[in-house]
Nanobody, 121 residues
Framework: QVQLVESGGGLVHPGESLRLSCAAS????????MNWYRQAPGKERELVAS????????NFADSVRGRFTISRDNAKNTVYLQMNSLKPEDTAVYYC??????????????WGQGTQVTVSS
C-alpha cells in the first residue's frame, strides 16, 4: 500500500521558517523524483520544488527560489522542504508527490494528503 504522509505544516508569522517532511512507503522511493506542490484557495496547484531520484538535481519555482530548499534521505524514504523567509503568499496546502516515468510514455504518480501552511501576522 502506497503512502505519502506530510507533516510539519502550521501557522507562522512572516519571515519565519517551517520544515515540511514527507514520509513515503509502499514503493521504491529512491527511484522516484520527489516534488512539492502547493495550492492556495482559488488557485491552481503549482509545482514548488523538485528533486531527482539521486538528489543530483533540484528545481524551484521562481517565487520560492533562494528561500526554499528541498532535500531527500533515501535511507529514510523521506523528502523535506525547508521554507525560510516565509511570506503571506506562501499560504497554501502543500502536497508531496512522487513521480516516475515508466516505459512507453506511462508515468507513475503518488500523492500525499497535504499539509496546511499559513503565513500571517
Amino acid at each position: 500500500q502506497v503512502q505519502l504522509v506530510e507533516s510539519g505544516g502550521g501557522l507562522v508569522h512572516p519571515g519565519e521558517s517551517l520544515r515540511l517532511s514527507c514520509a513515503a512507503s509502499g514503493f521504491t522511493f529512491s527511484t522516484y523524483t520527489m516534488n512539492w506542490y502547493r495550492q492556495a484557495p482559488g488557485k491552481e496547484r503549482e509545482l514548488v520544488a523538485s528533486i531527482k531520484s539521486g538528489a543530483t538535481s533540484t528545481n524551484f519555482a521562481d517565487s520560492v527560489r533562494g528561500r526554499f530548499t528541498i532535500s531527500r534521505d533515501n535511507a529514510k524514504n523521506t523528502v523535506y522542504l525547508q521554507m525560510n523567509s516565509l511570506k503571506p503568499e506562501d499560504t497554501a496546502v502543500y502536497y508531496c508527490n512522487a513521480h516516475r516515468r515508466l516505459l512507453l510514455g506511462a508515468v507513475s504518480d503518488y500523492w500525499g494528503q497535504g499539509t496546511q501552511v499559513t503565513v500571517s501576522s
